[in-house]
């Protein structure tokens, strides 16, 4: 039976009009948890939570994740007033390493884009992964209704992205137009053939890896993501304007983009050291056994 406090917790996160992936990855923790400590959730104690946390044989990413589900919960206990204390506020947070942007790199985003023409959404999904930013999740949300055409040709797309958040970004008129195809549909423009529906973010992530390891590329959708936000890098735009593209909650994430994009910052020295030939012509050559003779 369902511990009636996850059922009043769910009912707050549906009241608040949280994201249903939110709901349904915080009800699933909440439960697995109920049955780990197999007492109501609000008798767990600092100790039972400490002894849950180490039973995880997960990463730390998911570790974390767990956590920040249960330490939800319980924060919401305390503030209604369900519990005295919040028994999860001393819950250790593990430390997750930053990653490093993978991008596909352009010879394989070329064959990732030959070898799905033959599947216009398929096609489709990897022109705005990999020239807009859009994640698996926000490409599956893709309507009709939210792309804008400019009059200069190409379209403003706005993306329901994480958190129910959305932003604005620019689809490239070379992408619109292979998008056109998909502007006589109302509502979500990517279906699945079988009943119409529109298809899931797990339903991209996992037909998008399969097409790429069927032609042998060792990637993701989310590489295609992360090649839009390091070319744009490599173009030189603003580090604001990345992030506000890619949907970033923190500018530390969009840095992490710019810090490895070494060719950039090689231009950069370049252009610092460029005028060092010109101030050498106005003084006189020296040889090296000038040089020691003077250092002498």
């Not at 599956?140 to 797309?157: I, M, W, Y």
């Not at 899931?200 to 993501?225: C, Q």
């Amino acid at each position: 039976m369902t511990d009636s406090s996850i059922v009043k917790h769910v009912s707050y996160l549906k009241r608040r009009n949280s994201q249903e992936s939110t709901i349904t990855h915080r009800r699933g923790q909440l439960v697995r948890l109920s049955q780990f400590l197999g007492k109501p959730l609000l008798d767990a104690t600092e100790e039972d939570l400490e002894r849950w946390q180490c039973s995880l044989r997960v990463c730390a990413s998911s570790v974390q994740t767990y956590s920040s589900h249960v330490s939800a919960f319980y924060a919401w206990a305390h503030d209604t007033g369900l519990l005295d204390r919040d028994v999860a506020r001393d819950l250790v947070m593990p430390r997750i390493k930053r990653r490093l942007p993978r991008p596909i790199p352009e010879k394989d985003l070329e064959v990732a884009l030959i070898t799905s023409q033959y599947d216009a959404q398929l096609y489709g999904w990897f022109l705005l992964a990999g020239y807009c930013g859009l994640r698996a999740s926000e490409i599956s949300k893709v309507a009709r209704g939210d792309f804008r055409e400019a009059d200069n040709g190409g379209a403003f797309l706005t993306v329901h992205g994480k958190g129910g958040k959305e932003r604005i970004v620019r689809v490239p008129p070379d992408v619109f137009d292979e998008l056109q195809m998909f502007m006589v549909r109302q509502g979500c423009i990517f279906r699945r053939p079988s009943d119409g529906k529109a298809f899931t973010p797990n339903g991209v992530t996992r037909a998008a890896s399969a097409h790429l390891k069927g032609v042998g590329l060792p990637y993701t959708i989310h590489t295609l993501r992360h090649r839009f936000a390091t070319k744009l890098a490599d173009l030189g735009a603003d580090p604001r304007d990345i992030q506000e593209a890619m949907g970033h909650e923190d500018l530390a994430t969009t840095s992490i983009y710019m810090g490895g994009n070494v060719r950039r910052g090689a231009k950069s020295v370049d252009k610092l050291g460029a005028g060092l030939r010109t101030m050498n012509k106005r003084r006189p050559k020296r040889s090296l056994a000038q040089s020691e003779e003077h250092c002498q």
